[in-house]
């Protein structure tokens, strides 16, 4: 059993290495990692890249272009969106709405 916080938040640490190191296997890794990597941001950032400083720079690379697709999506979704509006709109007035 954990005694206390310093021994926690070590462990937390030990588990971030080994997850970046790719030691630390298990089926639940996925949900420990994302735990641990909002949970502990700027240490999570730093172990990565004292670690694995080109796996830092690929995954920084990556994180950016899926924020860029993200945000395409997101601007073509409200394209779409507001083209469906307006066409139901304009239905809408064909058929004698807002004379």
């Known amino acids: 059993m954990?005694?206390?916080?310093?021994?926690v938040i070590k462990d937390d640490l030990m588990d971030i290495e080994k997850i970046i190191l790719g030691t630390y296997t298990?089926?639940?890794?996925g949900y420990i990692r994302n735990h641990?990597?909002?949970?502990?941001?700027?240490?999570?950032k730093a172990?990565?890249?004292?670690?694995?400083?080109?796996?830092?720079?690929?995954?920084?690379?990556?994180?950016?272009?899926?924020a860029e697709?993200?945000?395409?999506?997101e601007s073509e979704t409200k394209k779409k969106q507001?083209?469906?509006?307006?066409?139901v709109k304009e239905s809408w007035k064909k058929m004698g709405g807002l004379k």
């Open 69 to 73: 697709r993200d945000k395409k999506e």
């Open 2 to 7: 954990k005694d206390t916080t310093r021994e």
């Open 47 to 66: 172990i990565y890249m004292e670690l694995n400083p080109e796996g830092y720079k690929k995954l920084v690379a990556w994180e950016k272009k899926e």
């Open 82 to 87: 507001k083209e469906r509006y307006d066409s």
């Open 36 to 44: 641990l990597e909002s949970k502990y941001p700027k240490q999570w």
């Open 26 to 29: 298990s089926t639940g890794t």
